[in-house]
């Protein structure tokens, strides 16, 4: 009789990495919980170093790590021949805690509202840990987490149901040295970080190559012949990018290249918590910076380019479960990393945003008590932004709720007028034959894309998710988040061509390579419908009869490569 075969072993993949213990002591904890680990030594790599064994504590899957203050560097597990997923650790001010299934009620508008935690944001005049300190000590409730770069701090308040939670609320918020009250909306654990995907279905069904819209290949092509050539090379500069998602399935083709460590030199590096199916949010939007492009159903831009380019850092990273507040702690942190730019597909809408028909928006919905909060933490985070690091910027998803994108009583973030936010709606192939790519009609607007003419710029609104097949395409994902980090992926390449271009210059030169979508509104068309910021003569050589003037922007990565290394002699 043959014996079975032996069970192959299970992959080494870290699934959780967060702060744990007291978040505001001087000596960080890390809890690191990881799948597949086996009995017998384990190495804990901090990059290129080995953690020494005594401040590594094991208690079955989960490991405590006690670290010292330093820098963010990625951490991943050896143990035998088998290598993890590396993880960010980022070791920053900034950590906040999520609640869990018994720290959360339902409000008014039935959404799922956190019960005893709360974040406060102190007037910039004080002392922000003195003062909530103090708050803390007068409402008999305990400071457990903070941003400290933006003066938040969060509070565990003694609220046993909504009605003490409300009423220390209103104390809470008619303290003098109190800006803002931060009142988090979101699941427990898990919540929605990034927009809802939408299912591609009859008409609306996507082509096979909805990136030929926005010269992806020949954006990658060009890189790839032009950095590195004989004559005139360009000298390049690494970047990293900050993804706000949640996580990255490496049992995927498309990121088994990441395991272990990885020296960005030259090559794309990702840094990820492991998910448990290809095809999540995270998976699919990291994969369109950084999937291998041959072997599985996503292509990575950034990944595209290694050997010509200087190396780019993909950081996925989402600070822990707890909501908005969470999104802003980890963008905090990334940015004191040295990200120089951050990918946010994600957003909210206030309760009874209309869309465009009228109708209310169905999706990612917050309560005006929470949603003013968050208006205030976001303006605290940009106004840090442009103080401190005036040289990152933010590039964020439009939404998908068919709604206007710019109206703050309706959306955030995308409704802040900031340099450093660029906004991104989503289109889809027309199908419309005999038309060329830098046709207007080569595109349609996708419905369901926020419009407006705080969105900048559209892009591809679909693509395909990843698989556990080698060489297999998934099914196609479609929404504004995808958008997103096709024009983070080529403002990344932009910037390693020419590190002196700031934000304002970045937008500047994506809509002076854009090409068009739809009609010629002349400005103002009679329905305030416009799909971005019309193209103005300067945008067009001050031309006033260029055709593409008025008509809204869509992406073209090649061109606007093409204009970084332009750029390199007229902005220094």
């Not at 840990?129 to 400071?143: I, M, N, T």
């Not at 001050?542 to 090649?558: F, I, P, T």
Request: proline share 5%.
């Amino acid at each position: 009789m043959i014996a079975p075969l032996a069970q192959a072993e299970e992959a080494l993949r870290i699934t959780q990495l967060q702060r744990c213990g007291d978040l505001l002591a001087d000596s960080p904890e890390y809890c690191l919980r990881a799948n597949g680990l086996a009995e017998g030594e384990l190495r804990v790599h901090l990059g290129d170093k080995t953690l020494d064994a005594a401040r590594v504590r094991r208690d079955g899957p989960t490991l405590r790590l006690s670290l010292q203050q330093g820098p963010g560097v990625p951490v991943w597990l050896e143990q035998g021949e088998r290598r993890s997923n590396p993880v960010w650790l980022s070791r920053g001010r900034s950590q906040v805690v999520a609640a869990g299934p018994d720290e959360v009620a339902k409000n008014m508008d039935g959404l799922t509202t956190y019960l005893d935690l709360v974040g406060l944001l102190i007037e910039e005049k004080h002392d922000g840990r003195e003062e909530a300190e103090r708050l803390a000590a007068k409402y008999g409730a305990k400071v457990v987490g903070a941003i400290a770069p933006l003066n938040v701090f969060q509070l565990r308040l003694p609220a046993k149901d909504l009605v003490q939670r409300d009423a220390l609320l209103l104390r809470l918020g008619s303290e003098a040295s109190v800006d803002a009250v931060i009142v988090e909306e979101s699941a427990p654990e898990k919540g929605e970080e990034g927009e809802r995907q939408e299912v591609p279905s009859g008409p609306s069904e996507p082509s096979d190559d909805e990136w030929a819209a926005n010269r992806f290949a020949d954006a990658v092509n060009y890189y790839r012949r032009r950095v590195p050539a004989k004559q005139a090379p360009i000298p390049t500069t690494p970047v990293r990018i900050g993804v706000i998602e949640r996580n990255v399935d490496f049992d995927a083709p498309d990121f088994a290249d990441y395991l272990g460590n990885c020296r960005p030199q030259r090559r794309t590096c990702l840094y990820a918590r492991d998910a448990d199916k290809p095809d999540n949010h995270g998976s699919t939007v990291a994969g369109i910076l950084a999937a291998h492009h041959q072997r599985g159903g996503n292509s990575g831009f950034l990944q595209a380019l290694d050997d010509a380019g200087p190396g780019f850092e993909v950081i996925v990273e989402r600070n822990s479960d707890a909501g908005i507040i969470a999104n802003v702690a980890a963008s905090v942190n990334l940015v004191e990393d040295g990200a120089r730019v951050l990918n946010w597909s994600w957003g909210i809408h206030r309760v009874g945003a209309k869309n465009v028909e009228g109708d209310e928006v169905d999706s990612l919905i917050r309560s005006g008590l929470a949603m003013s909060g968050y208006e205030e933490l976001l303006e605290e985070f940009f106004l840090w932004l442009r103080r401190e690091h005036p040289d990152v910027v933010v590039i964020n998803s439009a939404g998908n709720g068919a709604a206007f994108s710019g109206t703050d009583e309706y959306r955030l973030p995308s409704s802040f007028i900031t340099d450093q936010l660029l906004v991104v709606g989503g289109h889809q192939r027309s199908q419309k034959s005999g038309v060329g790519v830098d046709d207007p009609e080569y595109v349609i607007k996708r419905s369901s894309s926020n419009i407006d003419m705080r969105v900048d710029i559209t892009a591809s609104a679909c693509a395909h998710a990843s698989t556990l097949g080698e060489g297999e395409r998934g099914e196609a994902h479609c929404g504004t988040s995808y958008a997103t980090p096709m024009v983070t992926g080529v403002v990344a390449a932009m910037l390693s061509i020419n590190p002196e271009l700031q934000p304002d210059q970045l937008r500047m030169l994506l809509r002076r390579s854009a090409m068009t979508i739809g009609g010629d509104y002349d400005f103002e068309p009679m329905d305030a419908e416009d799909l971005t910021a019309p193209i103005l003569p300067s945008e067009r050589n001050y031309e006033l009869d260029d055709k593409d003037v008025g008509r809204s922007a869509r992406l073209d990565m090649q061109k606007a490569l093409d204009l970084a290394v332009q750029s390199r002699d007229r902005v220094r």
